[in-house]
């Protein structure tokens, strides 16, 4: 295993799944902390639990604060589901006035609409999160494109050199011309790869 783990954070109140990467070198009570940046529920009102991906119903409640995470067998793909132990959060939508008890309701469409909500604040993490993630995966791909495109480079510029070797009797002009059409192919094939990857990232910004 190596020095990170990639656990997939969930909540009782979002209604999404936030995947990230922890380093095994760190405490319950560290996860806790930065835990509490992605779901909103403070480090010291919060419980954590352990679950299967393939079985949510198996669950390892962690309680030892100081434990590190390279001690608790942890697996790339596990759930870790944060409990608010303060109780169910009231969001805003239902407030009462101190002055006379009366009962004020707002709207899911008025609420949706501001945007200093725990709502509006929990899409803006979904979103973040998404993006954070897609980040990870083209940045994998493009190093993977870039290696590729440096193997095909090279085997073309060989398959040129080869070419011009193994006919020296052909006339100078069509020897040149062949040597063109021979280094113009892969800077087509590169500007084609590129075009490629350009469309992914600009259909990974509209997720």
Same mark, same amino acid.
């Given at each position: 295993?190596?020095?990170?783990?990639?656990?997939?954070?969930?909540?009782?109140? &979002?209604?999404?799944?936030?995947?990230?990467?922890?380093?095994?070198?760190?405490?319950?009570?560290?996860?806790?902390?930065?835990?509490?940046?992605?779901?909103?529920?403070?480090?010291?009102?919060?419980?954590?639990?352990?679950?299967?991906?393939?079985?949510?119903?198996?669950?390892?409640?962690?309680?030892?604060?100081?434990?590190?995470?390279?001690?608790?067998?942890?697996? =790339?793909?596990?759930?870790?589901?944060?409990?608010?132990?303060?109780?169910?959060?009231?969001?805003?939508?239902?407030?009462?006035?101190?002055?006379?008890?009366?009962?004020?309701? +707002?709207?899911?469409?008025?609420?949706? &609409?501001?945007? =200093?909500?725990?709502?509006?604040?929990?899409?803006?993490?979904?979103?973040?999160?998404? &993006?954070?993630?897609?980040?990870? =995966?083209? *940045?994998?791909?493009?190093?993977? +494109?870039?290696?590729?495109?440096?193997?095909?480079?090279? *085997?073309? &510029?060989?398959?040129?050199?080869?070419?011009?070797?193994?006919?020296?009797?052909?006339?100078?002009?069509?020897?040149?011309?062949?040597?063109?059409?021979?280094?113009?192919?892969?800077?087509?094939?590169?500007?084609?790869? +590129?075009? *490629?990857?350009?469309?992914?990232?600009?259909? *990974?910004?509209?997720?």
């Amino acid at each position: 295993m190596g020095s990170y783990v990639e656990l997939s954070v969930t909540t009782d109140e &979002q209604e999404f799944n936030c995947v990230r990467r922890f380093p095994l070198s760190i405490t319950v009570g560290e996860l806790k902390k930065r835990v509490e940046l992605l779901v909103g529920v403070p480090y010291n009102a919060m419980s954590l639990e352990l679950r299967q991906q393939d079985d949510i119903t198996r669950r390892n409640l962690l309680v030892d604060d100081s434990a590190t995470l390279n001690m608790l067998s942890l697996t =790339n793909g596990m759930i870790l589901h944060v409990r608010d132990e303060r109780g169910p959060n009231v969001l805003g939508e239902e407030i009462f006035s101190p002055a006379d008890g009366t009962k004020f309701e +707002l709207s899911d469409e008025k609420y949706n &609409q501001k945007t =200093n909500t725990v709502r509006a604040w929990l899409k803006e993490q979904k979103l973040k999160c998404h &993006q954070d993630y897609s980040a990870d =995966n083209e *940045s994998d791909r493009s190093e993977e +494109l870039a290696s590729k495109l440096r193997v095909r480079y090279t *085997s073309n &510029q060989a398959f040129g050199l080869a070419f011009t070797m193994i006919i020296p009797s052909v006339k100078t002009t069509a020897q040149w011309m062949v040597t063109v059409i021979l280094s113009v192919l892969p800077i087509m094939e590169v500007l084609s790869d +590129l075009s *490629s990857l350009a469309k992914k990232l600009r259909k *990974s910004e509209h997720l």
